[in-house]
């Protein structure tokens, strides 16, 4: 894929020993690409990420994939803070739920897809670790949302989406405990109130329903992620 590469000043040298296991997709948030590129560049904002991809599935480097993007802030992911050091970040273009939040383009979406398989054939990236912004930093943050096709890439080798079975803690209703400890094997933190860690789950795997209630279809889906997770 053709790749453009407008350079950021907004990184730094990675930990040493430190693999780079980890892929954070997010959406921009902003009222338009050339703005979310313009703050992403600009040394006084202290953000930035590796590539950016268009709505037209233009796509662009920010940050060499061998230095620290400064993307994910405070995060938390399977038992490490600080996701930036480990990390390769992508912000796809979408102004979000503060700009007017709408469903990303299928030349979008395959110009991402095609993106993340060429970044998980560089680095030993598995799939329990190619995550949402929302998954790693659930209590701030909600991208990329829950209109962004996680199962459509996962069909091409990006990520996880198992297909559920009925759960045997379905009975349980809405189930905190069993949840908490599903979510903890996903590899969401758990000193976050419950209804957060799910809405951030739902988001990415149970997109339909965004509440925060452990329902026996979301005790499924947590069971059914956490099983793939586990291999």
């Known amino acids: 894929m053709r790749i453009r590469d407008l350079a950021s000043p907004n990184h730094d040298a990675r930990p040493a020993g430190t693999p780079t296991d980890t892929l954070i997709l997010h ?3 902003m009222r338009s690409g050339a703005e979310a590129i313009e703050r992403l560049r600009d040394p006084a904002s202290r953000v930035s990420a590796h590539y950016v991809v268009e709505e037209d599935g233009a796509v662009f480097r920010l940050v060499p994939e061998e230095r620290r993007a400064w993307h994910a802030g405070v995060s938390h992911w399977r038992g490490h803070p600080l ?20 469903p990303f383009p299928a030349l979008q979406m395959a110009a991402v ?13 598995p799939a329990r670790n190619v995550v949402a912004h929302s998954d790693v930093a659930p209590d701030r943050k ?18 996880l989406w198992p297909h ?28 976050l109130p419950l209804p957060v860690l ?3 789950f739902q988001r990415h795997w149970r ?11 979301t005790l499924a889906r947590l069971t059914a992620v956490a099983t793939a997770a586990a291999t």
């Open 142 to 159: 909600e991208d990329p949302g829950e209109l962004f096709d996680w199962e459509g890439l996962a069909a091409n080798g990006v990520g």
């Open 27 to 29: 959406y921009t948030g």
């Open 198 to 200: 799910l809405r951030a």
């Open 113 to 125: 897809c095609d993106l993340c398989r060429e970044v998980l054939a560089r680095h030993p990236i």
């Open 207 to 217: 997109p339909e329903r965004v509440d925060g209630i452990a329902d026996p279809e």
């Open 164 to 191: 559920p079975t009925p759960s045997p803690l379905a009975g349980e209703g809405r189930g905190g405990a069993p949840a908490l400890h599903l979510l903890a094997a996903i590899g969401y933190r758990t000193d």
């Open 83 to 102: 996701l930036n050091g480990r990390s390769i970040g992508i912000e796809v273009v979408n102004p979000g739920h503060e700009h007017g939040y709408r």
